[in-house]
């Protein structure tokens, strides 16, 4: 239906090695936003994704949304230990204006 | 300062209560909503609201009621029908529209004593 896969659920990385997330869904999307929540915190907005192949950088951040608009992945490099948290995809649901949230990506990064 | 209020940050509730959550925004947004947070999951909407007095359930309404009598206020009112009611409860907010970019309160956490 109109949910957004995420994965992997969990990841622990070093410092310093690079880390992605995928959200994929079995529908087309108009669009795809990403939020970020640091543990004990509350998501905050990162990005909105519209166009098909689209790619956008903030710095060591890269957020992709396939040709087909059907999935899109959020690429940190060289994690730091301020990159903890959970990092969710979002859709908006066909005809209205609520979001599906991914069930998201669970980011440990170790000293 | 312009944001979400949510308060209080903790509460506990005795079994057979009703409870109610408190969110507050001055961003001038139409739209708020209510979602609820498990330990380690995602997010599940509750209840939405695209404008006042107007109101519709989400994926999990069932033992939850909400309010919209003014622009500024969303309240939650977690009832005894609720019976496993202890999570995270976020309330955001947006400007009604496609971009619908969602804004978050800090968080309440409900506990059961």
């Known amino acids: 239906g109109q949910q957004v896969m995420q994965i992997p659920q969990y990841q622990h990385v070093q410092e310093g090695e690079d880390f992605t997330t995928y959200c994929n869904s079995s529908?087309?999307?108009?669009?795809i936003q990403w939020y970020k929540q640091r543990p004990g915190g509350h998501p905050v907005f990162l990005i909105q994704?519209?166009?098909?192949?689209e790619v956008k950088k903030q710095k060591r951040l890269t957020f992709q949304f396939g040709e087909a608009k059907k999935n899109s992945s959020l690429h940190i490099t060289a994690t730091q230990t301020t990159d903890v948290g959970t990092y969710f995809c979002?859709?908006?649901?066909?005809?209205?204006?609520?979001?599906?949230f991914g069930t998201g990506t669970r980011l440990t990064v170790i000293p | 300062d312009g944001g979400i209020t949510q308060s209080p940050k903790y509460l506990f509730r005795k079994e057979g209560q009703n409870v109610t959550l408190s969110c507050e925004q001055n961003l001038n947004h139409d739209a708020m909503y209510w979602y609820r947070q498990d330990p380690g999951q995602g997010l599940r909407l509750i209840y939405y609201?695209?404008?006042?007095?107007?109101?519709q359930k989400g994926d999990i309404a069932e033992g939850y009621s909400v309010s919209r009598e003014k622009k500024e206020s969303f309240p939650l009112t977690v009832t005894s029908a609720q019976k496993n009611p202890t999570a995270f409860y976020l309330c955001?907010?947006?400007?009604?529209?496609?971009?619908?970019?969602?804004?978050f309160g800090a968080g309440t956490r409900l506990s059961v004593l």
């Open positions: 529908t087309t999307l108009s669009n």
């Open positions: 994704l519209v166009k098909s192949g």
């Open positions: 609201s695209q404008i006042v007095n107007d109101f």
């Open positions: 955001a907010s947006s400007i009604a529209g496609a971009k619908n970019i969602q804004y």
């Open positions: 979002a859709r908006n649901q066909t005809g209205a204006n609520n979001l599906f």
